[in-house]
């Protein structure tokens, strides 16, 4: 265990989920304005028809996956009565269809983003680095994925990265489990934390309202000229009337 | 019974004369900034034409609004929210820019820097989207006064379905054509759809007046509400990411000024005042069977302001004493449900439409005149009415589901009125005969004509002042934005176009038109607080004057004094 290990999986993990919750609640707070998915689907909406949804489903399955890899001890499945070999099959199957899928849908996107005139002028630097970011973490993902699949105590994440990630939790992060993990695996890793902590500030935002509650609500909303006039705290010279 | 008050609007379209003032003041009001260039939240549009966006009648394509199912009840036509939130992706029925034009600036700097030659330089047409040179194809009012139609008109939705049911009914020939002007602003419904179609819930009915507003902060870009209403007149920003819409001019609706599309309308045509409706009877209303009946069920939900009942009611509710009596002085109540003269834009999208129109009978009287007959006399209206059965089947299909009844009936008052009231200023004995012919006394047609005619601005719009007594807070709000970061400066947040904290539009444009209003002088760009015209300005670059130059960089050019420093 080395400082470097220490560094890397006992410190950056928190100061990553303290810019990522910190950041949230900032920009929550005084940027609700910005909070968007800032759709260009009124510029072009043939190819964001294929790729949006192949991305974002694609990243729904992703997620999902890495809640089970995660959260999920490897006693429980085992006690389960699903083996290893198992286990790894159906998770290098979807894992690999969701990867490839998110990847081919961002790939359009991009392509979509840098062939539209009008898509490529609203694009920010902002969005240039997230893009950078998220193709990385997929590429990463993808990797490990495939990694994973070949066996290997080494590249088990498993026993080596859920631990670890579990750890976290508790606040006794398990930097010994995490450093005996394969290079592939550190570098998807560091690229999630990169990701989880410039999220905040990017468009990426969108993801953290997604509008669940429209399957409970009425659909008519009602609101009242006093509530209405401020969903964010009234600032100086604007308090309510 | 729930009462509830509803701010809303008649249009008087046989004085439309199609000149656009509405819809340019509007958006120098409210969509002159980057972003939403290509936004009318007021179009004229000439009928029997596309519209703008191209279309959006057709809700076969479109999917705006509401349909009845199988078991009678209402299901957004786009789909209910399962399906809303599984297509939340990418809409599958977002009408692209094209579908409303695709906003173009020129060049014009050519034209000034241009050196001289033989030819004469030209500005090129650049699109404002994507800064290349295009052409331009179309826009909004491509096809005005039917430019066109030979062409275009055949792809008007409710051409197209008159057509089908035979097959020479509308022509486009000179001879045949029949033309009006159609002015749209979003129609305030009852039953909104773009609201139920918010997976957000960032657009909302405001209790007080019916107003349907966008809440900016909370709106995340789904653009579900654009698909939804039927009207198309739910807008996406693309440059904040945002939908927006008309917000009847609530800033001065509230301090009980018209809306700025009725202030500034030319030919005096637009109505303002309230609603009283039974808010519990909407949904029931807005369902009933045949499409027909939809226009019938929309009156019925108007409550009568004067009926004893009503006022108990709308007391118990939290109507206050002046809101009430604005709706007993109300002239959109008049017209819609007293002597039934307007009639709402497309019921059968079954989302309760509060702006109102009183259809043209001009169509008809020009025929007459054309033809030689005299366009006064009741009987060649009657007869005429009866036998140019295109335009009433076309007004139909606009404003009553296609039931050329209640067309009928409301041309033949307002003919009636022209015939009975030609009389009276020639000073000839009224002839009650006439009135009766269109179920009307002679003196519902004297009120009526006044109305219609002569009614001055009190009597036009009859807006609560319920929020007098806040009109000055108001104000003292404008002042504190000098040192509130102050709306419009940034430009740009941190986090691209969209970010930063929001420019309140409203107050942005109050301040913009009260120093052009009140200041004899031009601007001196040396001055702080220096402004340019925003609707000059397509969003790039920083013209002179658009910051207040900064002070050590530019002293003051020799030959000007110091501005004094303001309280
Ligand atoms: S017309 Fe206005 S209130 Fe009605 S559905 Fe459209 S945007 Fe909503
Ligand atoms: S009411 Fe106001 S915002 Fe709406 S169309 Fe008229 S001027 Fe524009």
Known sequence: MTTLDVVLWGVLPYVTCAVLVGGTLWRYRYDKFGWTTRSSQLYESRLLRIGSPLFHFGLLVVIVGHVIGLLIPKSWTDAAGLSQEGYHLQALLLGTIAGISTLVGIGILIYRRRTTGPVFMATTKND?????VLV???????ATTLLGASGGDEHNYRLTVSPWFRSLFVLQPDIEAMSRAGIAFHLHTLIGMALSAVWPFTRLVHAFTAPLQYLFRPYIVYRSRESGTASRAPRRGWDRV | MKVMAQMGMVMNLDKCIGCHTCSVTCKQAWTNRGGVEYVWFNNVETRPGQGYPRRY???????GGWVRTKRGRLRLRAGGRFRKLLSIFANPVLPNIKDYYEPWTYDYETLTNAPLGDDFPVAQPKSLLSGKPMSVEWSANWDDDLGGAPEHGESDPIV?????????????EYERAFMFYLPRICEHCLNPSCVASC?????YKRVEDGIVLVDQDQCRGWRMCVTGCPYKKVYFNH????????TLCYPRVEVGLPTVCSETCVGRLRYLGLFLYDADRVTAAASVADEKELYQAQLDLLLDPDDPEVIAAARRDGIAEDWLDAARRSPVYKLAKVYKVALPLHPEFRTMPMVWYVPPL???VDRLVETGHDGEDVGNLFGAIDALRIPIEYLAELFTAGDPEPVRTVLQKLAAMRSYMRDVTLGRPANDAVAEAAGMTGAEILEMYRLLAIAKYEERYVIPTAYEGQAHELEEIGCSLDVDGGPGMGGSGPFGEASGRPAPVSVETFHALRQRQTSDDLVDPGERGATVNLLNWDGKGRPAGLFPPSRTDHPAPIGTTEPETRP
Do not use: N
């Open chain 2, 199 to 203: 997976p957000s819930g960032a657009m």
């Open chain 2, 239 to 246: 440059r904040t990411g945002k939908a927006e819409k008309c």
């Open chain 2, 160 to 172: 197209e379905r008159i057509r089908r049911e035979s097959e020479d009914k509308i022509r486009f």
């Open chain 2, 57 to 63: 009648q057709d809700q076969d394509q479109w999917r």
């Open chain 1, 128 to 132: 240039k680095l997230m893009y950078v």
């Open chain 1, 136 to 142: 990385a973490a997929i590429v990463a993902g993808l």
């Open chain 2, 362 to 364: 001009s169509p008809v």
